[in-house]
């Protein structure tokens, strides 16, 4: 029995999705366990995509038990939508197989409003927030003042919680302009909801503590990246929850002494979406190629993502902070027919050498990225199935990712689709 934590190890929108269904195959329950539906996971299966934004990859297995940990804020009328998509593909989202935390806390529509009123009035200071009501479900969670799934089957108490939530809410609607909200509106708009959530309630940390000790095996499977982490990403330009392996036990409710391997998700280049330093950007021809061989476009949000060079420094910190034990290598494919690839092994801040990001708020917008440069490929990899099919070109640079690193790359992915993966 081995217990996995998923992670990016970057800003996000590593490939999580692919290789969380590729561990799933050898895993009986997956476990989301932080973030909303600011996320999205792409998997694609013999040619045909599916995207998801709350219900954990490993859905896509048959008899897999699937799980929404405590630690996501989840949007009801989007899992819903997610169940309908799904079923409609002909996937089993039965209450038996997809279940929800008792204790998950609930986006509701004055939180994407409250979103929306203050992102509009930071003028030149976005954030780059999705503007799914994320960060202020977190608030409210933080200031216990939040609703939980198991809300839905307390009427009276769902009432009360929704009355007293509005008291701050319309008085900053009236600060902000915009038009307050009505109690008993949002009240029936749940209720009428609630018969299909309520079956799917479930206390999540005693199913993944049965499934141990019948000696079952559970993945753990993470949103965003490590960067976007609200202590240890790039500060404020963060997401509003902790991205780390840490908070896998914290958001489901285990032991962190029951997880055995933590995989890092590292894209071959980096990407960013909206605002924050982005040392190794490159706003030319090469960034401009990434994007379109790579196809970055966000699947939640469709926003064009920022391309740029491999950072390594910002790979230590990750490996540091989740204490990796391996990496899954994703979109190396991409990288065909560069005549040079670039990786940032090191940074320029302040006339000094460092080899991890500063940890003061704003310092990795002031470094200066130190590059080494090694061969492009133009062999088409996206048909290798084995190690040794690789181009010579394409093992070296794996090997400097590793050296670099000091954390060997287990999983090679080179091309979208489940099927184009090398596991070493």
Excluded at 104 to 133: C, F, M, N, Q, V
Excluded at 211 to 216: D, E, H, K, P, Y
Excluded at 396 to 406: D, K, N, S
Aim: hydrophobic share 40%; net charge negative; charged share 25%.
């Amino acid at each position: 029995m081995s217990n996995t934590v998923i992670i990016g190890a970057q800003w996000g929108d590593e490939g999580k999705g692919k290789i969380v269904d590729l561990l799933s195959a050898d895993s009986d329950v997956i476990v989301r366990f932080q973030g909303g539906n600011n996320a999205g996971h792409t998997i694609k299966v013999k040619g045909e995509q599916t995207i998801l934004h709350l219900i954990p990859s490993g859905i896509l297995h048959d008899s897999k038990v699937c799980l929404i940990g405590n630690g996501v804020v989840c949007d009801p009328v989007v899992f819903l939508e997610e169940v309908d998509r799904l079923a409609a593909q002909g996937v089993n989202v039965s209450p038996e197989r997809l279940k929800i935390s008792k204790k998950t806390h609930l986006i509701l529509p004055y939180h994407k409003a409250l979103d929306a009123a203050r992102e509009a009035r930071r003028a030149g200071k976005k954030i780059g927030t999705t503007g799914r009501g994320i960060g202020p479900c977190y608030e409210d969670k933080a200031a216990r003042v939040g609703v939980r799934a198991a809300d839905l089957a307390n009427p009276a108490l769902l009432r009360e919680k929704i009355a007293h939530a509005l008291l701050e809410k319309n008085a900053l609607f009236t600060l902000y302009g915009q038009p307050v909200m009505d109690a008993d509106q949002i009240y029936d708009e749940l209720m009428a909801l609630a018969p299909r959530i309520v079956p799917h309630l479930a206390d999540a940390s005693s199913v993944v503590g049965d499934a141990w000790a019948a000696g079952r095996s559970v993945l753990f499977e993470g949103a965003q990246g490590t960067h976007l982490d609200i202590d240890h990403g790039t500060y404020p330009f963060v997401t509003s929850s902790n991205t780390v392996a840490g908070n896998a036990a914290a958001g489901c409710g285990v032991s962190p002494r029951a997880l055995d391997r933590i995989v890092g998700i590292v894209k071959a280049y980096t990407t960013r979406v909206g605002a924050g330093p982005f040392p190794t950007e490159q706003l030319d021809d090469t960034g401009a190629y990434l994007r379109a061989k790579g196809h970055e476009f966000g699947a939640t949000t469709g926003r064009p993502r920022r391309c740029g060079w491999l950072d390594i420094p910002v790979l230590r910190e990750s490996v540091r902070l989740n204490g990796l034990t391996d990496i899954a290598l994703t979109k190396l494919d991409v990288l065909q027919n560069l005549p040079a690839i670039e990786v940032c092994v090191a940074y320029d801040y302040k006339g000094e050498r460092i080899s991890f990001p500063p940890q003061e708020e704003g310092g990795l917008g002031e470094v200066t990225p130190i590059y080494e440069k090694l061969d492009g490929f133009i062999e088409d990899i996206s048909g290798c199935t084995c190690w040794d099919e690789l181009p010579p070109t394409v093992q070296a640079y794996i090997r400097r990712i590793e050296e670099l690193c000091g954390v060997p790359v287990s999983i090679i992915s080179v091309g979208p689709d489940r099927e184009q993966t090398i596991v070493r």
